[in-house]
């Protein structure tokens, strides 16, 4: 599996003006968060402190992943990578430099 790191903002254009609204709205999001920090869909989650936006990390597939962001679509919008461990990283790096030895 892989991990991924997503970056997630609010899509300004559909957040409500009226504060109770909007209210309800972030109420059902952190909701849906929290059941899917239970399940273990995701690893990790938080918010800026200025409300605008956050990241997520969860360790899947792409296929599985590109379903579970779907329910946010359009009222968030992600950047979502790819992300290694400091572990893979040194064994990558260990073998680049094995390699470059031959």
């Given at each position: 599996?892989?991990?991924?790191?997503?970056?997630?903002?609010?899509?300004?254009?559909?957040?409500?003006?009226?504060?109770?609204?909007?209210?309800?709205?972030?109420?059902?999001?952190?909701?849906?968060?929290?059941?899917?920090?239970?399940?273990?869909?995701?690893?990790?989650?938080?918010?800026?402190?200025?409300?605008?936006?956050?990241y997520a990390?969860?360790?899947?597939?792409?296929?599985?992943?590109?379903?579970?962001?779907?329910?946010?679509?359009?009222?968030?919008?992600?950047?979502?990578?790819?992300?290694?461990?400091?572990?893979?990283?040194?064994?990558?790096?260990?073998?680049?430099?094995?390699?470059?030895?031959?």
């Amino acid at each position: 599996m892989t991990m991924f790191y997503m970056r997630w903002e609010l899509n300004p254009m559909l957040v409500s003006p009226d504060p109770e609204e909007r209210g309800k709205l972030w109420i059902t999001m952190l909701e849906m968060v929290k059941a899917e920090l239970k399940s273990g869909a995701l690893t990790d989650w938080g918010m800026c402190s200025d409300s605008s936006g956050g990241y997520a990390l969860a360790e899947t597939d792409e296929q599985s992943l590109h379903v579970m962001i779907q329910e946010w679509i359009p009222y968030v919008i992600f950047d979502i990578k790819p992300v290694l461990t400091a572990d893979q990283c040194i064994a990558d790096i260990q073998q680049a430099a094995a390699e470059a030895k031959k």
